[in-house]
């Protein structure tokens, strides 16, 4: 399995989700983690807290028809694992957020750059387990 390297799309990403992380923080004062996000729209306390939540997730939703109205064409996504796959990975992934009380998007983009002790434990450990399970899965198992 090949990883294709795109740095200037990488970069741009990056520098969108920075872009949203801040204006998010000026704005509402709260903190970008998607796994919080989205926690706050399913069990929302209160109704202004439900609807800046639901823009972003609806904007997320939104954005590759967006893609496709400037561009003509949708963002390639090739999943090569099966439905269940998916399933199994996003249950691990919610529990893993759950555990080390939030996910890589908060810890990562938000938590680092306030300097945030737990953060400063937390991303370590999801690269240093992202970096073990390719390993794993492209060496050891083969896929």
């Known amino acids: 399995m090949e990883t294709i390297f795109t740095p200037f799309a990488s970069f741009?990403?990056?520098?969108l989700i920075g872009l949203g992380a801040v204006l998010l923080m000026l704005g509402l004062g709260r903190i970008m983690g998607a796994t919080g996000i989205m926690s706050g729209?399913?069990?929302p306390e209160n109704a202004s807290e439900f609807s800046w939540r639901l823009a972003l997730v609806a904007g997320m939703i939104v954005a590759p028809g967006l893609i496709y109205a400037v561009?003509?064409?949708m963002p390639a996504i090739d999943v090569p694992v099966s439905p269940l796959m998916i399933v199994v990975g996003g249950v691990i992934v919610g529990l893993g957020a759950s555990l080390g009380s939030g996910c890589t998007s908060g810890h990562g983009v938000c938590g680092l750059s306030r300097l945030s002790v737990r953060s400063l434990v937390a991303v370590p450990?999801?690269?240093a387990t992202a970096a073990i399970t390719v390993f794993i899965i492209r060496h050891v198992i083969g896929g």
């Open 12 to 15: 741009g990403g990056g520098m």
């Open 41 to 43: 729209l399913v069990f």
């Open 71 to 73: 561009t003509g064409t």
């Open 125 to 127: 450990t999801f690269m």
